[in-house]
C-alpha cells in the first residue's frame, strides 16, 4: 500500500479499517469487545448531546455496527434516557460481541421492526448497516432506512450512514440522510465523497483507543493546509523565471474571460511569469485586461484558433515551466484539433481545462502517451464526456469514474464540486474539506486551473500540485465569502484572495 502523504489526514475504507482493528486487537492487546464499548460509548454522548428531550430509537443490524447501537442503547438508557430499541434481525442471528451486548442490555429487549414507519421518536440512531456495506440495501433494512428518513426525527449515523459505501461514497438505493455521523477512529471515505457526503451530515469523529503504528494506512486522505509547506517559498534573490513560467492557451471571441481569469490567477499563485496565447483577432482585449502577463497573438479563424497555432504555440512554450491549454478555447472542430495536436506535442507539464478536456471526448487513452505530467480538471459533465458516459452516472460514483479517468489517461484527475477529488494513476486519493459555497460562481474553475498552472510550473509533481491547488482555491473561495459574503462572491475575489493562503 502506497504511504499516506504527511499533510493529509487519513481516510479509511472497509479493508483498511478492518485491518487496523485487527492488527489493534493483535498488536496492541485491545478485545474487540473493548473496542466496541469505546464505540458505544462516544456515539451515545453524541446522541445525548444532540437529545433535549423526548425518546430516543436506536434502529439496529445484526453486525458489529448494530452491536455499537446496542453499547449505545444500554449506556443510554442507564443515563435516564427513554431509548426504543428495534432490530431488523431476529435476536438469534447476533453472534460475537453484538450478542454479548444484547445480553448486556437492560430493560425492554429489542423489539423487531415491522412497521413502515418508525416509531415516534426525537432522535433516532441509525446503526442497521456498518462499513462493510457495499451494493443496494434489502428488505427490512430498506424499509426501515425509508421510514428513518420520513420521521422528522434528527437522525445520527453509527460510523457511516446505513446505504451509503464508505470506500467511495455511492449510494446505490436506499440511504439514511443523518444529521450527524459518528465514525469511529478516523473518518471514512465515503463521508466526503458525494453523493455520500451530503448524507452524512456533520461528522463526529470518536477515539476508541487505537494508538499510532497501524500499518494499513489508507492511500486516501483530507487535503490539509499542511500542504502549504510542499509550496516553495519565494526567496529573496528569485527571479521571474525562477518562479516558474506558465503559459495559458485559449480563449475565443466571446469568451475572453476564461484564459484571462487563468492568467491572472497563475500570477496570484506565485508564477513569476505568465503568458496568454490568444487568437490575434481579440488580442486588443487582452491587452487591456491583462497588466502583469504577457500576450502573444497566435493564427485564428473569426476569433477561434485553428491548427496552424499549434507551431507558434509550441514555441511560445518552449520556455515555459506548465502550461494550461483550454480556458475558453470553443469547441470549434479547428480549436478541438489544435488541442488535439499541443497536448500529444507539448513537453512541459501540462492542465488540461475547460474545451481542453472536450475535445479529447472518449479519446482520454490518448493523453497517456505523453512525456510530461498532466493534469485534468473536469466537472461531472465534462468527465462524463470524457469517459463517454452521462454526467448523472458520473455523480452517482463520482471516486470510482475519477479513478477510471486517471488510469485511462495516466493524467492527475480533479473533480471538482464541494467534495472536489484529487485522483492518481494507480488510486491515491486526496479530497477537498470543502465547505467553499463562494466558489459556486462563473470563472471559478479558471481560477483553478489557472492556480494549478502555477503550482506545476514550481516542480511540484501532478498529485501535490493539484492538491496544493485545490487547498489554496478552498481556501481563497472561504475568504472570499467571509468579506463579501458567499452570494456575492466573483471569481475575480477568489483570485484577489489566493495570496493570503501561500507560505511566507
Avoid at 37 to 55: N, S, W
Avoid at 179 to 195: D, E, M, R, S, Y
Avoid at 385 to 391: A, D, H, M, V
Wanted: glycine share 12%; aromatic share 2%.
Amino acid at each position: 500500500m502506497v504511504s499516506l502523504e504527511g499533510w493529509l489526514d487519513p481516510l479509511h475504507d472497509a479493508e483498511s479499517m478492518r485491518a487496523t482493528d485487527a492488527w489493534a486487537i493483535a498488536e496492541q492487546g485491545i478485545p474487540s469487545l473493548a473496542l466496541m464499548e469505546r464505540a458505544g460509548a462516544g456515539l451515545a454522548a453524541v446522541v445525548a448531546e444532540r437529545t433535549t428531550e423526548g425518546r430516543i430509537l436506536i434502529a439496529c443490524g445484526k453486525g458489529n455496527n448494530g452491536g455499537d447501537g446496542l453499547v449505545a442503547a444500554r449506556l443510554l438508557r442507564e443515563q435516564g434516557w427513554e431509548v426504543d430499541v428495534r432490530c431488523t434481525a431476529a435476536p438469534e442471528a447476533l453472534e460475537g460481541d453484538p450478542r454479548a451486548n444484547l445480553e448486556r442490555l437492560p430493560g425492554d429487549p429489542p423489539a423487531a421492526w415491522e412497521a413502515s414507519a418508525a416509531p415516534a421518536a426525537a432522535t433516532i440512531v441509525d446503526a442497521l448497516l456498518g462499513t462493510g456495506f457495499d451494493g443496494e440495501p434489502r428488505e427490512p433494512v430498506a424499509g426501515a432506512i425509508e421510514a428513518i428518513n420520513a420521521s422528522g426525527a434528527t437522525v445520527v449515523a453509527a460510523d457511516v450512514p446505513s446505504g451509503v459505501n464508505a470506500a467511495s461514497g455511492a449510494v446505490a438505493g436506499a440511504a439514511v440522510r443523518a444529521q450527524a455521523t459518528v465514525t469511529f477512529h478516523a473518518p471514512k471515505i465515503g463521508l466526503w465523497v458525494n453523493p455520500g457526503k451530503r448524507h452524512a451530515g456533520e461528522v463526529c469523529v470518536v477515539d476508541i483507543g487505537i494508538g499510532p503504528g497501524a500499518p494499513a494506512e489508507p492511500a486516501a486522505g483530507l487535503i490539509s493546509e499542511r500542504i502549504t509547506a510542499e509550496i516553495p517559498v519565494r526567496a529573496a534573490g528569485a527571479t521571474k523565471f525562477s518562479e516558474g513560467a506558465v503559459v495559458v492557451a485559449g480563449g475565443s471571441a466571446g469568451l475572453t474571460g476564461a484564459p484571462s481569469l487563468a492568467a491572472e490567477a497563475a500570477a496570484r499563485a506565485g508564477a513569476g511569469y505568465v503568458t496568454a496565447c490568444i487568437p490575434g483577432s481579440v488580442r486588443l482585449i487582452f491587452e487591456l485586461r491583462l497588466l502583469e502577463a504577457m500576450t502573444r497573438a497566435l493564427p485564428d479563424d473569426d476569433g477561434s484558433l485553428t491548427p496552424a497555432a499549434l507551431e507558434p504555440l509550441l514555441e511560445a512554450a518552449q520556455r515555459a515551466d506548465a502550461v494550461v491549454l483550454g480556458p475558453g478555447l470553443g469547441r470549434g472542430e479547428g480549436a478541438a484539433e489544435l488541442a488535439r495536436a499541443a497536448a500529444l506535442e507539448l513537453d512541459a507539464p501540462l492542465l488540461l481545462d475547460a474545451d481542453g478536456l472536450n475535445a479529447h471526448a472518449g479519446r482520454l487513452a490518448d493523453l497517456a502517451g505523453r512525456s510530461a505530467p498532466t493534469v485534468l480538471t473536469p466537472h461531472a459533465g465534462e468527465l462524463g464526456r470524457l469517459l463517454e458516459i452521462e454526467s448523472t452516472a458520473v455523480e452517482a460514483d463520482r471516486l470510482r469514474h475519477a479513478r477510471a479517468a486517471a488510469e485511462a489517461s495516466q493524467a492527475a484527475v480533479i473533480l471538482k464540486g464541494d467534495d472536489t477529488l484529487v485522483v492518481a494513476p494507480g488510486g491515491r486519493l486526496a479530497v477537498s474539506p470543502g465547505a467553499s459555497a463562494g466558489l459556486a460562481t462563473a470563472g471559478t474553475g479558471d481560477v483553478l486551473a489557472g492556480a494549478t498552472g502555477a503550482m506545476l510550473a514550481k516542480g511540484l509533481d501532478p498529485f501535490t500540485a493539484a492538491a496544493a491547488a485545490v487547498w489554496l482555491h478552498a481556501a481563497a473561495g472561504r475568504r472570499a465569502a467571509r468579506e463579501r459574503g458567499p452570494g456575492g462572491v466573483i471569481a475575480r475575489d477568489v483570485i484577489d484572495a489566493l495570496p493570503h493562503g501561500l507560505p511566507r
